[in-house]
């Protein structure tokens, strides 16, 4: 079945849930294509729009095993993966620059739960489109497993059994953060044009930590292992700052 197909180096084929006759090829270098079984009028190209590269890229690293020999003689992979949400017109790229993509797994009940293999040994990304935000910094619960929390461009957001909650700061770019290892009620978070927050009621309400930060960047905050009242906020052109504040 490959009239109108016109590159035989097909990675992957997808059926469209809704209409299982409906049929997604994945070709090597000539993008993507549609073909409606119950037509008969073969294979045609749905990615207009869809950037392709101008000098042929190998699809797979050389030590991946569905890398050809040709393949092996390359040593740069390609950019990203590409998403799609209206027809298979406008196309944008999800946030993967720089990174093979050899498979995505979508949700069956989480349309927006989007899971990603990439080259990186040992790594496999999760994407909420329903989160479009830079994450910038990320903490896990000291006390509660399975529990995450990301700095982003819109505020302090929870991630718990693949849902993201949004623990306010929105409208800031929190560009860092710190969960108090015997208080996990108590976050630190940093901004990236309004100096530091705290809250004591995990995210529900947020305070000033101290208002000579205000207007400085905060890249990153540590607490002290040893001296758990001592906060280490790093900044971007001030230097280093102690907070010892407790409520």
């Known amino acids: 079945m490959n009239s109108g197909l016109d590159d035989k180096f097909v990675h992957s084929l997808v059926q469209d849930p809704a209409q299982p006759e409906v049929i997604f090829a994945l070709t090597d270098s000539s993008g993507l294509f549609k073909v409606d079984i119950n037509s008969g009028a073969g294979w045609t ?21 569905f890398a050809t020999h040709a393949m092996q003689d390359w040593n740069s992979s390609p950019e990203s993966t590409l998403l799609t949400d209206n027809g298979w017109i406008n196309w944008s790229p999800p946030g993967l620059g720089g ?27 999760i994407s909420l489109d329903s989160v479009p935000v830079t994450f910038y910094s990320l903490a896990t619960s000291p006390s509660t497993p399975g529990i995450l929390y990301a700095s982003t461009s819109n505020g302090l957001y ?20 710190a ?69």
């Open 45 to 65: 190209k749905v990615g207009l729009g869809l950037p392709l590269l101008r000098v042929h890229l190998p699809a797979y690293s050389e030590e991946h095993p």
């Open 99 to 125: 990174e093979m993509i050899p498979s995505l797994a979508v949700d069956q009940t989480d349309a927006d739960l989007v899971y990603a293999a990439t080259d990186t040994p040992g790594s496999l990304k």
């Open 158 to 177: 929870t991630y718990e059994a693949g849902c993201w909650t949004q623990l306010g700061l929105e409208d800031h770019a929190v560009t860092a953060l």
């Open 179 to 247: 969960v108090y290892p015997s208080h996990p009620s108590r976050i630190y978070t940093g901004t990236s044009d309004n100096g530091a927050y705290i809250s004591n009621d995990a995210g529900l309400s947020w305070d000033v930590v101290d208002r000579n930060l205000s207007a400085i960047t905060i890249q990153s905050i540590q607490i002290d292992p040893n001296t758990t009242n001592y906060i280490y906020l790093n900044t971007k052109t001030h230097g280093v700052f102690l907070s010892n504040r407790f409520p």
